[in-house]
């Protein structure tokens, strides 16, 4: 089982500059989240998604849009790349909710500049 | 709302000491509590969790109780090593879509 992947590892973009972050999971989740972690902060959660055909906004949607058309996959796509959207970006899974774990894959690194 | 706050780090300490990070919480109803460590360069990993008042959550010689009446979740560890230095994160999930709600992470090393 590979779990939760997410290509790239990293990435430099110029402002204005769209890309897509790539995210999939083989362990059959039906959930499925992106988060932003900032330096010396918790993670944010932009949007997530309760299963195929499904998304909607977290606490910082802003700048992003997502999609969801298999169980497995989940790309986070942004538009019109800003310096504040420098950040790690992580992608997780978890098989439902009400106390469920959830995975998490290794982190893309963006910089924008 | 719903909030965690963390103990500010970092935190450092040397091997074999004990180690306490604290950890509170705000929320309505009754959320599960987590722990998830990060070490250098990685995603996060589930440490421990527990999932209704009183339950003690423990794994690799971590652990942490929830209490409600403090609304507190502190992860303890009596002897820590090395290879323990990470950031650990204490979360909260409520059942709205499964979403957690992180602390701001405390920063751990451990010296020889």
């Known amino acids: 089982n590979a779990g939760v992947t997410q290509t790239p590892k990293f990435r430099i973009l110029k402002i204005g500059q769209s890309m897509t972050l790539q995210c999939t999971q083989d362990?059959?989740?039906?959930?499925m989240y992106w988060y932003r972690q900032d330096p010396g902060m918790g993670l944010k959660l932009i949007y997530y998604s309760v299963g195929a055909g499904i998304t909607d906004k977290g606490e910082v949607p802003n700048g992003y849009n997502v999609s969801r058309s298999t169980t497995e996959d989940f790309p986070l796509r942004l538009e019109l790349a800003a310096p504040s959207q420098t950040s790690v970006y992580f992608c997780?899974?978890?098989?439902?909710?009400?106390?469920?774990?959830?995975?998490f894959g290794p982190g893309t690194r963006l910089l924008v500049l | 709302g719903n909030s965690v706050t963390q103990m500010e780090g970092p935190v450092t300490l040397s091997e074999e000491a004990f180690l306490t990070i604290n950890c509170t919480y705000t929320a309505t109803g009754y959320p599960s509590l987590f722990w998830y460590v990060q070490y250098p360069g990685e995603g996060l990993q589930l440490l421990l969790k527990a999932t209704k008042a009183d339950d003690k959550g423990s794994n690799k010689g971590f652990e942490a109780t929830y209490r409600k009446e403090t609304t507190s979740f502190h992860l303890e560890k009596g002897s820590v090593q090395v290879s323990d230095s990470a950031v650990y994160f204490c979360?909260?999930?409520?059942?709205?879509?499964?979403?957690?709600?992180f602390g701001q992470g405390t920063e751990l090393s451990v010296k020889p």
């Open positions: 997780a899974s978890s098989y439902s909710t009400g106390g469920e774990t959830q995975y």
């Open positions: 362990m059959n989740h039906n959930y």
């Open positions: 979360a909260l999930l409520y059942n709205q879509g499964g979403k957690l709600i």
